[in-house]
């Protein structure tokens, strides 16, 4: 079943399905990172936990450890065959054919309409380690992906208060138009966006469960992520 991002899903990203037991009552999803599994199918298999799954398998090319290939997109199609799994993440450059490896955009195609065979969400992602582009650029990724998938997530890099601005700028005006984003600024310049985004529109926040667990550069871990959303809209609604 499809998971609802129509409000703020906070999601434990972890490669260890046993973390999902210590995010009940914290979060709302587990994203599953089948790339830094060992033997992900086996463990999506046994999965008997309660919260639904994101299911993510990045390579290396996007900031993942799966190297590209046929098995990494056939793991992702077996993926969402499993009745816990509620959103598979794709990325933008693979399904606009332009990514850095043989992958053509025929081939991760199938992934998106097994999706949806299923009523899985799909999650498009973009993600640039370098740097946070212009406005107009970062508009237009979020837009491309908005065409793909039915939640466009935009993770750049931040050198400065000037780089999250832009992001969470263009985190309001894509979600005025209608558009469900999730947003967010890696690194220690940007690691307030994701506890500020939501107010933004952002619908999905990912930390650890465990800090020193971290699958992208400054996550908070859960329970702190958790406890500052939950203060600043508490704060806005007040």
Do not use: C
């Not at 969402?80 to 794709?90: I, K, L, M, T, Y």
């Amino acid at each position: 079943m499809a998971i609802d991002f129509d409000s703020f899903t906070l999601v434990a990203a972890t490669a260890d399905l046993d973390d999902e037991q210590a995010a009940r009552g914290t979060a709302d999803a587990v994203e599953f990172r089948m790339d830094m599994a060992s033997d992900p199918l086996a463990a999506l298999a046994d999965y008997e936990g309660d919260l639904p799954l994101v299911v993510t398998n990045r390579p290396t090319w996007e900031g993942g450890q799966r190297p590209e290939g046929p098995e990494r997109l056939t793991e992702l199609e077996t993926a969402v065959e499993h009745e816990a799994v509620g959103a598979v993440d794709v990325e933008l450059t693979a399904l606009q054919g332009d990514a850095p490896s043989e992958i053509s955009a025929d081939e991760v195609a199938p992934v998106v309409d097994r999706a949806r065979e299923t009523d899985t969400s799909v999650i498009v992602s973009t993600h640039d380690f370098e740097r946070t582009p212009d406005r107009e650029t970062l508009r237009e990724l979020l837009d491309a992906a908005s065409e793909y998938g039915d939640v466009a997530k935009l993770a750049v890099t931040a050198e400065g208060t000037a780089d999250t601005l832009a992001l969470l700028s263009v985190t309001q005006a894509a979600t005025a138009d209608g558009h469900t984003v999730a947003t967010m600024a890696m690194g220690e310049a940007g690691r307030h966006t994701r506890a500020v985004a939501p107010l933004y529109g952002s619908k999905i926040g990912y930390a650890p469960v465990d800090p020193a667990e971290a699958t992208a550069p400054g996550q908070y871990d859960l329970a702190t992520l958790a406890d500052l959303v939950e203060r600043l809209q508490s704060d806005r609604v007040s």
